[in-house]
């Protein structure tokens, strides 16, 4: 998949911060977990240290409301927040099995899958940085899915999914042309390649939109993050 380019994705306003503290928690999971797996811990320390810091952090020190006061990265802000939360349960040896008190949530399924598994040699930060942006996708994917499906675009998502995104996030090949024009009744190989840039573009909007929630309300700001993220994935310092 082309990369996409923040230059030319235009940010709408952004969307409000997760209208709960469950949306909160189940947004950030996976990078929260696999900056801590990864970082040493066992499975089950890490999804205990991450049901922690969400709720004596993230939620109980209302880390979200300290994105504002910064006009920076929540990301950046985050990842402070995991790495200053380990060292403090380290200094007070609590760093072995923490039990999740009543205000803790027990997640799993979509919000524990975006927590990609990196290799074993990946530093912390890169094992973040890898759930931030599955999750991240994770979002703008369905958000487009909704629009399309909302405003009678089925077949240009259709098309989208099947020869774009499977092959991207799970490895699958790209359905044939000849495959899709059948599908949706085409009659030219270009409807397909036109509802893919389209899409593509589409895309772009969806995941600069997501990335403006974390940072200042600029769009600049926005492209800004989504460059120094694609940096980090590609090894080079944001």
């Not at 990864?38 to 952090?57: K, P």
Request: aromatic fraction near 6%.
């Amino acid at each position: 998949m082309t990369r996409p380019d923040p230059s030319n994705a235009e940010v709408p306003t952004p969307i409000p911060a997760p209208a709960s503290r469950d949306q909160a928690a189940t947004q950030w999971w996976g990078a929260i977990h696999a900056y801590i797996r990864q970082s040493g811990r066992s499975d089950e320390q890490a999804r205990d240290l991450t049901q922690g810091f969400i709720a004596d952090v993230l939620l109980g020190r209302d880390l979200l409301g300290k994105l504002d006061e910064r006009r920076g990265s929540f990301r950046t802000l985050l990842l402070s927040a995991v790495r200053n939360y380990l060292a403090d349960v380290y200094r007070h040896d609590h760093a072995g099995r923490r039990h999740p008190g009543p205000d803790r949530r027990t997640l799993g399924g979509d919000a524990l899958a975006d927590a990609v598994t990196a290799p074993a040699s990946s530093a912390p930060e890169t094992a973040f940085t890898r759930a931030w942006v599955s999750g991240l996708v994770r979002q703008a994917c369905d958000a487009l899915e909704a629009d399309c499906r909302a405003d009678g675009r089925r077949m240009h998502w259709d098309v989208f999914d099947r020869r774009v995104l499977r092959p991207m996030l799970q490895g699958a090949e790209p359905e044939p042309y000849e495959s899709l024009m059948a599908r949706w009744g085409l009659t030219q190989p270009s409807q397909v390649s036109n509802a893919i840039v389209s899409m593509r573009r589409a895309f772009a909007v969806a995941l600069v939109t997501r990335i403006g929630d974390t940072v200042d309300t600029s769009p600049a700001g926005a492209r800004e993050e989504l460059r120094a993220l694609l940096s980090l994935l590609e090894g080079r310092a944001s």
